[in-house]
């Protein structure tokens, strides 16, 4: 029931924010922000909706506001100019979210079309690689999420989220046939995932240390800088089993906790190294008993309403009560639930690996050819598939 009742809390308010365009909130300055939609809002509206044309709108408006520097400008149903306060890390989201809508969709236009954007935003970041392959003092507004990050030099979530729009621009350049873009991201990627860990994870913490300062690690530790390694795969495995049972299980690690945005990671990371059960908990407890249980109808900005520690210290002031950003269990109850992997654009082909978990559900996920519906009931499962779609092992 706390489930059910999480998803229609996250549900509802992807609705609230979809309008003309999609909003960070209906109450506030209602803005199409960038990170907040590549990196949550669409997913969630083609697992509850599937809806493909305020997606496509979306990723045409983002890409006209490119600026001079090559990033994207932060909101995008308005014309921005503001180039040196841009967020470095909403046009690396925006880059996963096109590779993830053409996956969706299975239209090769929107990679086609938009191609020439994406690599002018990798340009932007290429002059500030240092001698290890790792972003270092990234200029501009460096956001991650609020929350008491430390981004200054090597940071560590920053250079993760890099990784992730590596690997979506390494799939486009090999659809695209451009060697030259193809053999530069294998180049970064292979650096990335040697040397972060390398350089960032910290022995006596037992995780990465938020950043590397002036050769230094970084006295902060957040779940940011360790979840977002452990979802990009730039640890080990055994590093990454052992820093996810001292932040879960164990609790012997002190850190910063995500706020709701970016437990979006935090929820991809448990998943991808077996531990789903782990990551319900962080559904339970994060959404259930700090929204569902306070009486909250719409997603909360933050974990609080009234204030925020993203300084390090609490200082009051409002939070939207509104905020799509935080709403991302409603994909995650969907497409993790069933363990669903699209293999081929347009959902020709899926992957389903269901959960084993102690209670029975009945999932639908919409794809542009029809519905799954996954069913699992006393430890069985039945799957509909839809015709042009074919499970794959």
Not at 152 to 172: H, P, V
Not at 209 to 237: I, N, Q, Y
Not at 303 to 313: D, H, I, L, P, T
Not at 362 to 375: H, L, M
């Amino acid at each position: 029931s706390t489930l059910n009742a999480v998803f229609d809390l996250c549900r509802n308010t992807l609705r609230l924010c979809s309008n003309e365009f999609l909003m960070d909130t209906p109450w506030r300055e209602q803005a199409q922000w960038l990170g907040d939609v590549a990196a949550v809002t669409l997913g969630g509206i083609y697992s509850c909706f599937g809806d493909t044309a305020l997606a496509g709108k979306f990723i045409r408006q983002a890409a006209a506001n490119q600026l001079p520097t090559g990033l994207l400008a932060n909101i995008s149903n308005s014309t921005k100019h503001h180039w040196s306060g841009v967020i470095p890390d909403y046009s690396l989201w925006w880059i996963m979210g096109v590779w993830d809508h053409y996956l969706y969709t299975g239209e090769e236009r929107w990679i086609h079309g938009f191609y020439p954007a994406i690599v002018r935003v990798l340009q932007a970041f290429e002059p500030h690689l240092n001698e290890h392959g790792l972003l270092q003092d990234m200029p501009y507004w460096v956001l991650i999420d609020w929350a008491d990050v430390d981004r200054r030099g090597e940071c560590t979530a920053l250079n993760a989220i890099f990784a992730g729009a590596l690997e979506a621009i390494e799939k486009m350049a090999r659809l695209k046939g451009d060697a030259d873009t193809l053999g530069k991201v294998e180049r970064l990627l292979g650096s990335l995932r040697v040397n972060l860990q390398v350089r960032c994870f910290d022995p006596e913490r037992g995780c990465f240390a938020d950043a590397r300062v002036d050769d230094e690690f970084s006295p902060k530790t957040s779940e940011h800088a360790s979840m977002a390694a452990v979802r990009w795969g730039l640890c080990d495995d055994d590093t990454a089993a052992a820093i996810v049972s001292r932040f879960y299980e164990e609790r012997s690690v002190g850190y910063a906790e995500a706020q709701p945005f970016f437990t979006t990671v935090v929820l991809q990371a448990l998943d991808r190294v077996g531990r789903f059960d782990l990551a319900l908990e962080v559904v339970r407890e994060r959404w259930g008993e700090r929204m569902v249980k306070r009486g909250v109808t719409s997603t909360l900005e933050e974990w609080y309403m009234n204030g925020s520690w993203r300084s390090g210290e609490f200082k009051g002031f409002l939070r939207s009560h509104s905020h799509a950003w935080s709403a991302h269990p409603a994909e995650f109850l969907i497409r993790n639930l069933i363990g669903l992997q699209i293999v081929e654009p347009g959902c020709a082909a899926v992957r389903l690996e269901p959960r084993e978990v102690p209670f029975d559900y009945d999932v639908v996920f919409p794809t542009p050819r029809g519905p799954i519906r996954v069913r699992r009931q006393d430890g069985a499962d039945k799957i509909e598939l839809p015709d042009g779609v074919r499970r794959v092992e």
